[in-house]
């Protein structure tokens, strides 16, 4: 199996840029990179952008590198990043992850070749206890995002792909060209961390565009270990205002209606932080929108029980079972 692999990965390097965002974290990186270089010496562009570490971080053998002198936050180190990519297809990639398996980044490459009208396909990350990390979010309408089969072992709820509302930017493969329709920008700097990969796919939605899970072979993701070395009260406040930014940049009067009371009580709950404020969109070119809300929530919203609410605030999830959209059509692929 290994040979067919090394076989097919040419064709597939050629048209793909991996983009590696890391702040102080030199173990984690080489073992990030190393992880899928020791695989095929034919490798696809790597572009790994040094945000800011003290000390420098030493480059990497067949990397193209690039150093910000200050952290620039998970967005800006991407969109620093970006122009240095040439690939076709762009695959975002955390320093915490190690993809050991090149069938993950053809089985994404191939599924944006069939689906010409998904603009980023999220790959299968699993935590290092074995469990799923989130297969895609939801919106719902308590305002927080559904993460779909987090903290479950890997079973049939990821064995198809199916469209989500937002992917999760750790390793997920982006057509460059759907770039052009929402701005022409990947993330927003002001952003900083967290929520930077849901305003991404808000737009890309009100674009035309899908968003997609594609069930691949695993990639281990360590989960927060760059942000664990962040104060919990900066990852909370970023997170809120950066979800609070979305809804007051994108959202209609029909999706606050929908949505607005449940992202209002995260807020109180949320305990009012300072800084939970929407934060001004710098520099975002106009784009035109091509989806209306309420196709949007056709595709991405699912019910939930209030309690979900809970679990959020206290990070102690339990395995819920709502109704995907996919399941009311036949837009699943089994694969």
Known sequence: MTSAILLRMPTVSSRVSILIVSWNGADLLSKCVQSFTQATADLPQIVVVDNGSTPPLAPL????????????????????????CTGEYLLLLNNDTQLTDLRTIETLVTFLDEHPRVAIAQAKLIRPDGHLDTCGEFLTPLGVLYHHGYGLPDGPHAQTAFPVYAAKAACCLIRTSALAD???????????????????????????WEIWFVPTPPVLHLECATSSK??????????????LTTACHYWSPTLWFRLGGGLLLLLIAGGLLKGVWPRRRAGLPPFIRRRDDRDLLKHVLVSIPFSYLVQCLTRRFHWLAP????????????F
């Open 61 to 84: 053998p067949n990397t193209t590198w690039v150093r910000s002198e200050t952290n620039l936050g998970f967005a800006g180190g991407n969109n620093l990043g970006l122009p240095h």
């Open 182 to 208: 929402v701005g022409g920008i990947l993330f927003q700097d002001a952003y900083f961390c967290y929520g930077e990969d849901l305003e991404l796919c808000h737009r890309l939605w009100l674009a035309n």
């Open 230 to 243: 962040l104060a919990s009260r900066f990852v909370w406040s970023h997170y809120l205002s950066n979800l």
């Open 323 to 334: 109704r995907l959209p996919h399941q009311n059509d036949d837009s699943n692929v089994d």
